[in-house]
């Protein structure tokens, strides 16, 4: 199956410093990939390169066969296919949520506002927020504007999803009711590229993981084989720094797996 | 005696001279605002444009009215150019000059740097929806700018209006000029200056508190929107 998304060794940096040092995925029809890594080792920077929001200095990328790097005018024509949501809440605060929604299906894409709004009451509903189409964005909470903003970007029925640590600035109570969200479209057979630091959630939602580190993919591999058996060192490390105490137990438990032996 | 003071207010035409006075500082007060108004905003972009020069001239500009007192740039129109370039300049027209000259760089660093202070990811989000630059523009930046500059654009609209007072000092008679002629003639009525000052205060206030009660308003039917 021909993938939809094809990144070709891409770089990029800022002001001199290599951000990207030759970055190259696939990402298949219905497939979700997780890109995790420590902070400042270019995985958001790959999604922003990919939306177009960043220009990069070397590489091509690949939209079903249509090179959509570097374009100069046509960019918002990509973006209608490729949805993002950032990790601040970027709801539009001088608009309603519904006219959050409706803005880029009957501007950018020039659908009916009738046919919009239906399906957009639909999607609200669907994330529990029915009863929120006239509020303003500020008398939101967190989680709330989050998952507006999932359906906002699902309104435009893109062929990809890029989510940019969405849950990152969200209180930990909120967490979960966006994710969950996020699972369920994983399950509807969402497209989708995932910068998360919410391990369980990226284990639960991965098809592919990408452990990226200072500017290249470290490591790649199916979520159960690289939460448990990381191959590289660096790797372990960065998934030893997300379990505390629990680390203990777990050496204990697993004393007797090779994979495990050398976290300490 | 103060029975008399007050008085003066309604002998002959007095109170019709103080309110033509006032029109004549609420004419120069609106051209004012209206020249400020447009050229602030051509100012404004001209402070963002990529062009080093026309930022340089901006930033020239701006300091040059920040320390400049604004009755010496009338004396130095009224006075000056007169002088140095033959230019006859009416009072009104110099005031209505200098004034422009000082609104417009105010009222363009206020819609500069309402601009700047949408966050970055407000601009992101919606390219993100696929926008065009221009669609940007008129839905998400325009309509978060205007409800940023236009409480600070009234407030600044008010400041015009109290400092039209210096242009009786360039012979323009205006609301406070009639005032004090108003007491020359009447100098019998020793406390006739109180009263004819204390209607021109109350004639400036009629015309500021509403426009400053309408920036508050403003600001509370649109607080909490820039988070």
């Not at chain 1, 890594?37 to 066969?65: A, F, H, M, V």
């Not at chain 2, 130095?76 to 009416?90: I, S």
Request: some cysteine; hydrophobic content about 45%.
């Amino acid at each position: 199956m021909e993938p939809i998304l094809r990144v070709k060794d891409i770089h990029k940096s800022f002001d001199g410093t290599g951000v990207l040092k030759g970055v190259s995925l696939e990402i298949h029809e219905g497939e979700v990939v997780v890109i995790i890594g420590p902070s400042g080792c270019g995985k958001s920077t790959l999604l922003r390169c990919i939306n177009g929001l960043e220009r990069i200095d070397r590489g091509e990328i690949l939209l079903r066969d249509r090179r959509i790097s570097g374009l100069e005018k046509d960019m918002h024509l990509v973006r209608q296919k490729i949805g993002m949501v950032f990790q601040s809440y970027d709801l539009f605060p001088h608009m309603k949520v519904m006219d959050n929604l409706l803005l880029g299906p009957t501007k950018a894409l020039k659908r009916s506002r009738e046919e919009t709004e239906a399906e957009a009451m639909q999607m609200l509903s669907r994330v529990g927020l029915a009863d929120k189409a006239q509020a303003l964005p500020r008398t939101l909470s967190g989680g709330q504007k989050q998952r507006v903003a999932l359906v906002r970007a699902m309104l435009m029925h893109p062929e990809l999803l890029l989510l940019d640590e969405i849950t990152a600035a969200l209180d930990p109570e909120m967490v979960s009711e966006v994710l969950n969200v996020v699972i369920d479209l994983a399950e509807e057979g969402m497209t989708m590229a995932i910068v998360t630091h919410e391990m369980r959630f990226a284990e639960a939602v991965a098809d592919r993981v990408l452990f990226m580190e200072d500017g290249v993919i470290a490591e790649e591999g199916g979520p159960e084989e690289f939460f448990r058996e990381p191959r590289t060192e660096r790797a372990r490390q960065f998934l030893q720094s997300f379990t505390y105490a629990s680390a203990r137990k777990k050496e204990k438990a697993d004393s007797g797996n090779p994979g495990s032996g050398k976290i300490r | 005696m103060q029975d008399l003071g007050i008085s003066v207010l309604f002998r002959g035409i007095n109170f019709q001279r103080l309110l033509l006075g006032l029109w004549v500082t609420l004419r120069i007060a609106l051209i004012t605002i209206g020249i400020s108004a447009v050229l602030g905003l051509l100012f404004g972009l001209a402070m963002m444009s990529r062009s080093r020069a026309a930022r340089a001239v901006c930033r020239i500009w701006l300091e040059i009215i920040r320390f400049m007192p604004q009755l010496v740039l009338l004396y130095l129109v009224y006075f000056g150019f007169a002088r140095l370039f033959g230019w006859n300049l009416d009072g009104e027209t110099s005031a209505v000059l200098v004034f422009s000259f000082w609104g417009t760089a105010e009222m363009g660093d206020l819609f500069r740097g309402a601009l700047t202070s949408i966050p970055r990811h407000q601009r992101e989000s919606a390219a993100a929806l696929g926008l065009t630059r221009a669609q940007i523009n008129r839905y998400i930046l325009l309509p978060q700018t205007v409800r940023r500059l236009v409480p600070q654009a009234i407030n600044l609209s008010t400041r015009i209006i109290k400092t039209t007072a210096l242009v009786k000092m360039i012979n323009v008679t205006e609301v406070l000029k009639v005032g004090q002629q108003i007491i020359g003639q009447f100098y019998r009525e020793p406390s006739a200056a109180f009263w004819v000052y204390a209607t021109v205060f109350l004639l400036y206030f009629l015309i500021c508190w509403p426009i400053s009660l309408l920036a508050g308003r403003l600001e509370i039917l649109w607080e909490g929107n820039h988070h």
